[in-house]
Nanobody
Framework: QLQLAESGGGLVQPGGSLKLSCEVS????????IGWFRQAPGKEREGVIC????????YYSNSVKGRFTPARDNAKNTVYLQMDSLRPEDTGVYYC??????????????WGQGTQVTVSS
């Protein structure tokens, strides 16, 4: 059974950085396209970014372009999300999700439990 587990969230000041991790278990990571999503308080979940098997990156949110960068480490079965120049509006619960196929369709099958990111002074 495929399982995802996020970690690395926390409290950071505006302009700071965080690096989230999404550890995949049950199947090799190299079979899966991984997406990152977030849900702010009182808002619907939104797509952030996606990285496919070939390290193609698709942004689901224009607001993170130039600030967020995903990376895969298939040997560690882990996908990372480097988040720089964080803003208060980046606050929310961040989820990773897995699917087969491309990033174009944002319908993901398997989800992690989420990790809280809070950007505040």
């Amino acid at each position: 059974q495929l399982q995802l587990a996020e970690s690395g969230g926390g409290l950071v000041q505006p302009g700071g950085s965080l690096k989230l991790s999404c550890e995949v278990s049950g199947f090799p990571l190299d079979q899966w396209t991984i997406g990152w999503f977030r849900q702010a308080p009182g808002k619907e979940r939104e797509g952030v970014i996606c990285i496919n098997l070939h390290n193609f990156i698709q942004y689901y949110s224009n607001s993170v372009k130039g600030r967020f960068t995903p990376a895969r480490d298939n040997a560690k079965n882990t996908v990372y999300l480097q988040m720089d120049s964080l803003r208060p509006e980046d606050t929310g619960v961040y989820y990773c999700a897995a699917k087969k196929g491309s990033c174009i369709n944002a319908n993901f099958d398997t989800w992690g439990q989420g990790t809280q990111v809070t950007v505040s002074s």
